[in-house]
């Protein structure tokens, strides 16, 4: 079945230290998004891509880098320039806009 | 102003109520209305989609537009414990931009 897998589900990681969290898509879409999710603020737009070797920045991109490489992944890099970052992140593709987004289950990073 | 706004609740209702949640915007170029609805720990999923003004039912779920009064609402009936989640509206341009608006999300939550 097509879909977006994001790894790990869980992730720790200690104050200092710089993580990756991986997405990957078969779903043969062109974009791919990674969002924020915090309790109260919805969704925040990270970092997006449209097209191989090509990225934007959302708006909360500052502290967090990206790479598109490959069609089917766009890992995001959470540095320890990133203050605050203990949250839910979403990753999701599409093939435009306007038919909307498909989802990842997400993954929970806490700061210890 | 933002441009998409929700009343992030939580709303709770008993069981077989209807509900009703709502979704204000401030841009009058959207034209497409996605609704999403995102269960605990879990990636936001494509509920529904309309087009425009007016109304379009899917089994117990109803979306209305009212593009006049910048209004959108997402409408369950005998709503159920599994309808318990958060509903996201998302309104798209008709012009070619490339990252969906979010609303912040209400929380429902239907108890037996």
């Known amino acids: 079945d097509g879909g977006i897998t994001q790894s790990p589900k869980y992730l720790f990681r200690k104050e200092g230290q710089n993580v990756t969290l991986s997405c990957e898509q078969n779903?043969?879409?062109?974009?791919m998004y990674w969002y924020r999710q915090d309790p109260g603020q919805g969704l925040r737009l990270i970092y997006y891509?449209?097209?191989?070797?090509?990225?934007q920045k959302g708006d909360i991109a500052e502290g967090y880098s990206v790479s598109r490489e490959k069609k089917e992944s766009f890992p995001l890099t959470v540095t320890s320039a990133q203050k605050n970052p203990t949250a839910f992140y979403l990753c999701a593709s599409s093939t435009g806009q306007n038919y909307g987004y498909t989802f990842g289950s997400g993954t929970r990073l806490t700061v210890v | 102003q933002k441009e998409v706004e929700q009343d992030p609740g939580p709303l709770s209702v008993p069981e077989g109520a209807i509900v009703s949640l709502n979704c204000t915007y401030s841009?009058?170029?959207?034209?497409?209305f996605m609704w999403y609805r995102q269960y605990s720990r879990k990636g936001p999923e494509l509920l529904m989609y309309t087009y425009s003004s007016g109304n379009k039912e899917d089994g117990r779920f109803t979306a209305q537009v009212d593009k006049s009064s910048k209004y959108i609402s997402l409408f369950i009936r005998d709503s159920q414990p599994s309808d318990s989640a958060t509903y996201l509206c998302a309104p798209v341009g008709s012009y070619n931009t490339d990252k969906l608006i979010f609303g912040t999300g209400t929380r429902l939550q239907v108890f037996p």
């Open positions: 779903l043969n879409h062109d974009a």
């Open positions: 891509s449209q097209i191989v070797n090509d990225f």
């Open positions: 841009n009058s170029a959207f034209q497409y």
